[in-house]
């Protein structure tokens, strides 16, 4: 069985890059709260049939249901909030390369917080990493996206990684799918308030094709996480984690095929995606 663990894991990255090309046809027409929210409800539905179908919610600690909860506001609601955001703002392939800086993230947090040391391929990931990012941004001026943009998806990183070490010690008390359960109905309801004490309730309105689009994009997102979870399961994160951090590639290629006159890449943008893809594998598979 082990030797599906690498299928799963490809199988998650490009199920994940599908959701963003979705996400960006989708934001065509409607704005990202709109998405987010619409992609947290399916999320929502998504897990609570999974919960229900693996023998239901059990009684989890009350600590591993905070710490589920916090990952929810911290990772589910800013670091995919952020993502939508950044996707309409810098574009997919941009806001894909840069999301993947999370493993940067979560490999400084637990060098601090679980005191895990620094080895030579975490150095050498991290510079391969800024170097990439440099040739992001220099890539992003060439297509009118300023530098001060690229601190969207760089935050959405910054949350990714930081909601990663969050879920690890969560994990010691509740299980994954009813984590999942926990993190993503606590960000749907937050969400929903915001909305709803805001007197943003339109953007919980969606029809059409759109509407379809952000449902496809749902789907996809949670599927690839579920994907990722089983694949976890069966074998090691030294496997499992490289494998994921390609979906940037993935985007890259979807954008050449479905998002013609939407996104536009350049030599830079691709040689940039690459290195935070490579210093990313370095991180995560030999760190």
Not at 217 to 225: F, I, K, R, S
């Given at each position: 069985m082990s030797g599906w663990v690498p299928a799963l894991a490809l199988v998650a990255a490009i199920t994940s890059a599908s959701a963003t090309i979705l996400i960006r046809q989708g934001l065509r027409a409607y704005g990202p709260y709109t998405g987010f929210w619409i992609n947290l409800l399916v999320g929502t539905i998504c897990v609570w049939i999974a919960v229900l179908a693996t023998g239901g919610p059990g009684r989890p600690p009350a600590t591993g249901i905070a710490l589920f909860a916090l990952a929810g506001l911290i990772g589910t609601v800013a670091g995919r909030l952020l993502r939508f955001i950044s996707i309409e703002t810098v574009g997919a392939s941009i806001s894909a390369a840069m999301v993947n800086l999370s493993p940067l993230v979560s490999s400084g947090l637990a060098v601090l917080l679980l005191g895990e040391r620094i080895t030579v391929?975490?150095?050498?990931?991290?510079?391969?990493?800024?170097?990439?990012?440099?040739?992001?941004?220099?890539?992003?001026?060439?297509?009118?996206?300023?530098?001060?943009?690229?601190?969207?998806?760089?935050?959405?990183?910054?949350?990714?990684?930081?909601?990663?070490?969050?879920?690890?010690?969560?994990l010691t008390d509740v299980g994954p799918v009813v984590g999942m359960a926990v993190n993503v109905t606590t960000a749907l309801i937050a969400f929903t308030a915001f909305l709803l004490a805001s007197g943003q309730q339109r953007a919980m309105i969606c029809r059409g094709r759109s509407l379809?689009?952000?449902?496809?994009?749902?789907?996809?997102?949670?599927?690839?996480?579920?994907?990722?979870?089983?694949?976890?399961?069966?074998?090691?994160?030294?496997?499992?984690?490289?494998?994921?951090?390609?979906?940037?590639?993935?985007?890259?290629?979807?954008?050449?095929?479905?998002?013609?006159?939407?996104?536009?890449?350049?030599?830079?943008?691709?040689?940039?995606?690459?290195?935070?893809?490579?210093?990313?594998?370095?991180?995560?598979?030999l760190g």
């Open positions: 391929p975490i150095a050498l990931g991290t510079l391969v990493i800024v170097l990439g990012t440099t040739l992001l941004s220099a890539g992003g001026k060439k297509i009118g996206v300023r530098p001060a943009q690229l601190v969207l998806p760089i935050l959405s990183s910054a949350c990714f990684g930081l909601v990663a070490v969050i879920r690890k010690i969560g379809a689009i952000f449902v496809a994009a749902g789907v996809t997102e949670n599927l690839a996480v579920f994907l990722i979870i089983v694949a976890l399961g069966l074998g090691t994160v030294s496997v499992v984690a490289p494998l994921t951090n390609v979906a940037p590639i993935f985007v890259l290629l979807f954008s050449l095929l479905f998002l013609r006159g939407i996104e536009i890449l350049n030599t830079r943008l691709v040689v940039g995606t690459l290195l935070t893809v490579l210093g990313a594998v370095l991180i995560t598979a």
